[in-house]
C-alpha cells in the first residue's frame, strides 16, 4: 500500500483545502477512499452520525501534480483509510503560501497521511512543515460500506437558490421547531416549512430550475416523467442537520441541487463544485438510508 | 512615584501589559533606580515575564526617595486601562502614572485628544518582589531571530496545543508539538517545522539539545514583539532548566523565563547527556525533590530595599556578575536530577514536570533562604547535593 501526491499550484491547493475544511464542518471523522484517478471522501450514513451521509469525489487530476498509489492488490487497486477531516483541514490550512505540498502515506508511531510542506523563507533553504495526520487503515472486508450510493428514482429534482439564502431562512427557523419539511416540484417550486402547535411558517421560493435528466439517464422512465409538475413532494429533515451542512460551506459551489424520494422520504442535497469535475460533496439527512445521484449527473 | 509617558510608548506600554496578562493574573509594579518594572508570573509559577523600562523610556520618570514602594494589581483591571489598542494609538497622547499615598491608589491618567481626561484609580496591594532569578548569559543555546520568523512558526500549532518542544543541532531547530502519552500520540496529530539557522540572525549551539515549554506564554511575548518589530533572543540549556526568551531595545527590556519540561521520555532525538545517563540509585525521596530542587531561585525579599534592586538589576543588565557560580552550581544540580528523573521513569511517575521558578509565597522559606537572597542559591544547590 503506497500513497504519494504532490500539490504546487496554488489554486488547486486553495481549493483543496477548502473542499477538506467543508467536509471538516459536516463530520468528526470520515473515510477516504484512494484509488488511481480518484479521491473519495465518504461518510456512510449510520445511526450514530444520524442517519447522514455524505459523498464527495475529486478527480485527483484536478488537484494534484503528481500522484501515485499503489492499492492493496492489482485487482483492488484501492487505499481505504479513516480520519478526522478536521486535522486534514488545519493542517492544510497553515501552509497556503506553500510553494509545494506533498501528501504522502506513512508508517510512523502509526499510520499517518503526512502533509509536508515546503514553504517559502527569505533564506536560502527553504522551511519544512509536516504535519502527521493519524489514519486507520480499513481492512478491504469493510470496504463494501464506503462504495458510491446507487441512484434512485426521485420524484422531484430542483436547483436550490444560493445556500448562504437558504442558510439565512434555516438559521432563524431553528429556534421555531427542530424538524423542517422541504418541500419541491418539478415546476421550480421550493418551499421551506416549519410547522408547529403554536406557529407556521413558510418561506416560498419560485423559478428555481429542475434539472434536466437526459434520455439515457437514470431518471427515464421514473417517476418524475409522469409527474404532475405542480404536485409538491415533500420530506421532513432534522434543522440542524440542515444547518450543519449550510454552515460548513466553503466550496462555492456553481449549482447545488436537492432532490426528493417521497417513497423513502429522503432528501439529499448535492453541490456541484464550479470547477466541473471537481469537488462534489453531496449530504444526504433523512432517517432512512437513501441515494443520491451522482454528482456529475447533474452538471 | 510619578512616570510619564507620551506618544507611541503608551502603545508599547500597553502591549507590554497585555502580553503579561497571558502570565498571570496579578501585575506586579516596582519602580527601580534603573527603570520601571511590570512582572507577572502564573499560578503554577512555572512561568515568569519581566519587562523593565529604563528612565529614558518616559519623558518623565521619578521615584520616591528613601522608601522602596512596590505592588500588585489586578491586571485585568490594568488592562481595561489600555483596553482598545488600536484606538490608544490614536487618542492617547500622554499617559500619567502615579502613586496617591493618601487614598492607597496608583492612578492611571490618559490624557487624549480634544482635552479628554480618563483617570483609573486601581488599589493595589503591598507585594513583596517577584523576582526569577536566571542567567541568561550563561545558556549554552543562544539565537536570535525576527518576530516574523517565530509568529510563522508558531502558526502551525493549534491554539489549543499547550507545549511545544524545540530541539536544535548545530544548524537546524525543530519545532514540534509534545503529546503527552502514547495513547494520545496515536490519536493526536503530529506537527514538526524545520527551521534552517540561516533564518536566524544569530544561531548558537553548543549543546544540541531539546526543551520543551509552553507555547501560550510564548505567543504571549511573540504578540509584544511582533508589535514593536524587535528581534526575539531564546535561550536555554537542556531539559529541566528553563527557556528564557527575551526581547530589547534601548529603553526596554523583557524577558519571560519559562519552565521547561524535566523529562521527555517522547523524545528519541535527545540528546542530552543527563538524560542518558545510567541511573544512580536514588532514596524515594521523589516529593522532597520536588519542593527543593525544582526550585531554581527564590527571593523572598524580606530584606529591604536596596539589597532587592540589586539582584534584579544585576540579572536584567550586567551579563556577568556574580551570577556566574551560582549559576553553574544550579546546572549541576539539575543534570543530577536528570539521572533521578530517569531511573525514576522506569515504573512511571508522573512524566510532566515543569519546574517551578520561584516560590516566594507558595512554599514557606526556610529561615537560612529568607535572610540574603545571594545566599539562597548557594544553600539551593548544597541542599540538593545533599539529598542525592
Known amino acids: 500500500m503506497k500513497f504519494r501526491g504532490k500539490i504546487v499550484d496554488v489554486a488547486c491547493l486553495n481549493h483543496f483545502t477548502r473542499v477538506v475544511t467543508t467536509i471538516s464542518k459536516l463530520t468528526k471523522t470520515c473515510v477516504l477512499r484512494l484509488n488511481p484517478d480518484n479521491l473519495f471522501f465518504v461518510l456512510s450514513g449510520k445511526v450514530a452520525n444520524g442517519g447522514v451521509s455524505m459523498w464527495c469525489e475529486l478527480s485527483q487530476a484536478n488537484f494534484f501534480d503528481e500522484y501515485q498509489m499503489e492499492g492493496v492488490s492489482p485487482e483492488n487497486n484501492e487505499i481505504c483509510l479513516e480520519l478526522a477531516p478536521e486535522n486534514l483541514s488545519r493542517a492544510l490550512k497553515t501552509i497556503q503560501n506553500a510553494k509545494s505540498v506533498k501528501v504522502k502515506l506513512t508508517k510512523k508511531h502509526c499510520p499517518c497521511l503526512t502533509v509536508c510542506a515546503e514553504l517559502p523563507t527569505l533564506s536560502s533553504i527553504s522551511r519544512v512543515v509536516t504535519h502527521d495526520v493519524p489514519v486507520d487503515v480499513i481492512p478491504k472486508r469493510l470496504w463494501h460500506e464506503f462504495k458510491e450510493p446507487s441512484v434512485p428514482d426521485y420524484d422531484v429534482s430542483i436547483y436550490l437558490p444560493p445556500l448562504k439564502t437558504i442558510k439565512n431562512v434555516v438559521d432563524r427557523m431553528k429556534n421555531l421547531s427542530n424538524f423542517l419539511v422541504i418541500e419541491a416540484n418539478m415546476n421550480g417550486e421550493m418551499n421551506l416549512k416549519i410547522e408547529t402547535d403554536l406557529v407556521s411558517v413558510t418561506t416560498y421560493f419560485k423559478d428555481l430550475g429542475n434539472p434536466p435528466w437526459g434520455d439515457g439517464a437514470s431518471q427515464d422512465g421514473g417517476p418524475t416523467q409522469s409527474r404532475d409538475p405542480d404536485s409538491m413532494a415533500e420530506a421532513r429533515v432534522d434543522v440542524r442537520k440542515l444547518q450543519q451542512f449550510l454552515v460548513g460551506q466553503q466550496v462555492n459551489p456553481s449549482k447545488s441541487m436537492c432532490s426528493e424520494f417521497i417513497c423513502t422520504s429522503s432528501t439529499s442535497v448535492t453541490k456541484v463544485s464550479p470547477k466541473a469535475g471537481g469537488a462534489c460533496p453531496s449530504l444526504h439527512p433523512r432517517y432512512r438510508p437513501s441515494e443520491c445521484p451522482p454528482p456529475d449527473s447533474a452538471a | ?388
Not at chain 2, 39 to 49: D, F, G, I, M
Not at chain 2, 121 to 146: G, H, I, M, P, W
Not at chain 2, 158 to 169: G, I
Not at chain 2, 205 to 213: D, E, G, H, I, L
Request: net charge negative; aromatic share 8%.
Open chain 2, 1 to 388: 512615584m510619578q512616570c510619564v509617558v507620551t506618544g507611541g510608548n503608551v502603545k508599547v506600554l500597553a502591549k507590554a501589559i497585555h502580553s503579561l496578562s497571558r502570565i498571570g493574573d496579578e501585575l506586579y509594579v516596582e519602580p527601580q533606580e534603573d527603570g520601571l518594572a511590570l512582572r507577572s508570573v502564573n499560578s503554577s509559577r512555572s512561568a515568569y515575564a519581566c519587562f523593565l523600562f529604563a528612565p529614558l523610556f518616559f519623558s518623565r520618570y521619578s521615584i520616591p526617595d528613601g522608601r522602596n514602594f512596590r505592588c500588585k494589581i489586578a491586571i485585568k483591571s490594568v488592562q481595561s486601562v489600555f483596553r482598545s489598542l488600536a484606538t490608544l494609538e490614536k487618542t492617547v497622547e500622554k499617559c500619567h502614572i502615579e502613586l496617591n499615598e493618601q487614598k492607597d491608589r496608583l492612578t492611571f491618567t490618559l490624557h487624549c485628544k480634544h482635552g479628554l481626561l480618563k483617570t483609573h484609580n486601581l488599589s493595589y496591594q503591598d507585594s513583596e518582589s517577584l523576582q526569577a532569578v536566571f542567567d541568561k548569559d550563561t545558556c549554552t543555546n543562544e539565537f536570535r531571530a525576527q518576530p516574523r520568523v517565530l509568529v510563522d512558526t508558531v502558526a502551525h500549532f493549534p491554539p489549543s496545543l499547550e507545549e511545544v518542544t524545540v530541539t536544535v543541532s548545530d544548524e537546524r531547530m525543530w519545532v514540534r508539538n509534545h503529546v503527552e502519552d502514547e495513547t494520545e500520540r496515536s490519536k493526536a496529530m503530529l506537527t514538526e517545522l524545520c527551521l534552517a539557522s540561516d533564518e536566524f540572525d544569530h544561531f548558537v549551539v553548543k549543546t544540541p539539545n531539546s526543551v520543551t515549554f509552553c507555547l501560550k506564554e510564548f505567543r504571549g511575548l511573540l504578540v509584544f514583539a511582533e508589535s514593536s518589530n524587535l528581534p526575539v533572543s531564546m535561550y536555554f540549556d537542556e531539559p529541566g532548566s528553563p527557556v528564557v526568551l527575551s526581547v530589547t531595545d534601548g529603553v526596554l527590556e523583557g524577558n519571560f523565563v519559562l519552565a521547561t519540561l524535566s523529562d521527555d521520555p517522547s523524545l528519541p532525538k535527545n540528546k542530552s547527556k543527563g538524560a542518558h545517563a545510567p541511573p544512580s540509585p536514588p532514596p524515594d525521596d521523589f516529593m522532597n525533590d520536588d519542593m527543593d530542587s525544582y526550585l531554581i531561585a527564590m527571593d523572598t525579599s524580606v530584606a529591604s530595599g536596596p539589597s532587592t534592586a540589586g539582584p534584579s538589576a544585576s540579572t536584567l543588565t550586567d551579563p556577568c556578575t556574580s551570577k556566574l557560580p551560582e549559576a553553574n552550581h544550579r546546572t549541576r544540580t539539575h543534570s543530577e536530577e536528570e539521572e533521578e528523573e530517569m531511573e525514576d521513569g522506569s515504573d512511571r511517575p508522573p512524566n510532566k514536570k515543569f519546574r517551578s521558578l520561584f516560590f516566594g509565597s507558595v512554599f514557606p522559606p526556610s529561615p537560612k533562604i529568607s535572610t540574603q537572597p545571594v545566599t539562597t542559591q548557594e544553600v539551593l544547590a548544597s541542599d540538593s547535593e545533599d539529598e542525592s
